[in-house]
T-cell receptor, first 113, second 114 residues
Framework: AQSVTQPDIHITVSEGASLELRCNYS??????LFWYVQSPGQGLQLLLK??????LVQGIKGFEAEFKRSQSSFNLRKPSVHWSDAAEYFC???????????FGAGTRLFVKA | EPEVTQTPSHQVTQMGQEVILRCVPI?????FYWYRQILGQKVEFLVS????????KSEIFDDQFSVERPDGSNFTLKIRSTKLEDSAMYFC????????????FGSGTQLSVL
């Protein structure tokens, strides 16, 4: 069965510092991988997705993620964090030909001045 | 960018009452979904809907839940007899294609069961 693990419940970084949020997935075939962001009181916004091809994918707001099959990981990175990036980040996996997307438990990002 | 809209944004109900959560998916999308997020917990899949029928559902989606597309634009989630543990944020989503396409999420309906 598909599953997603986000090992860090929350992370605090200083504004301007780099960020990496970890995500590990479990799936038998090549998964479709997503990162979503949720600001307080808001819905879920797609940051980026990986379906196939180049394993380094670029997303909105300066985020990128790298798919590493050997590590079953899809970590999210940003070189310089802004205060407005403070939010909850969800990694998700979708099955080929499937109807549902499975979400990780989320990582809450705090940004300090 | 087109949006998925959900109404109401907040719903308070008494235990045992029926509630209907409403969603207007993006107009050219064919796949519709409900997810929920209990406070502090992960986003959980409830059900997917395609071609006027349920295509997949989770173990959470028991007989108390039902979905309907009553007309060409609305997609509803009904909870027949609410329980305290149904309190959560309910998200509607739609997509043009299955998991191959991104899900567009609404901003959610916060359901509080008292």
């Amino acid at each position: 069965a598909q599953s997603v693990t986000q090992p860090d419940i929350h992370i605090t970084v200083s504004e301007g510092a780099s960020l990496e949020l970890r995500c590990n997935y479990s799936y038998g075939a090549t998964p479709y991988l997503f990162w979503y962001v949720q600001s307080p009181g808001q819905g879920l916004q797609l940051l980026l997705k990986y379906f196939s091809g180049d394993t380094l994918v670029q997303g909105i707001k300066g985020f990128e993620a790298e798919f590493k099959r050997s590590q079953s990981s899809f970590n999210l990175r940003k070189p310089s964090v802004h205060w407005s990036d403070a939010a909850e980040y969800f990694c998700a996996v979708g099955a080929t030909g499937g109807f549902k997307t499975i979400f990780g438990a989320g990582t809450r990002l705090f940004v300090k001045a | 960018e087109p949006e998925v809209t959900q109404t109401p944004s907040h719903q308070v109900t008494q235990m045992g009452q029926e509630v209907i959560l409403r969603c207007v998916p993006i107009s050219n999308h064919l796949y519709f979904y409900w997810y929920r997020q209990i406070l502090g917990q992960k986003v959980e899949f409830l059900v997917s809907f395609y071609n006027n029928e349920i295509s997949e559902k989770s173990e959470i989606f028991d007989d108390q839940f039902s979905v309907e597309r009553p007309d060409g634009s609305n997609f509803t989630l009904k909870i027949r007899s609410t329980k305290l543990e149904d309190s959560a944020m309910y998200f509607c989503a739609s997509s043009k294609d299955r998991a191959e396409e991104k899900l567009f999420f609404g901003s959610g309906t916060q359901l509080s069961v008292l």
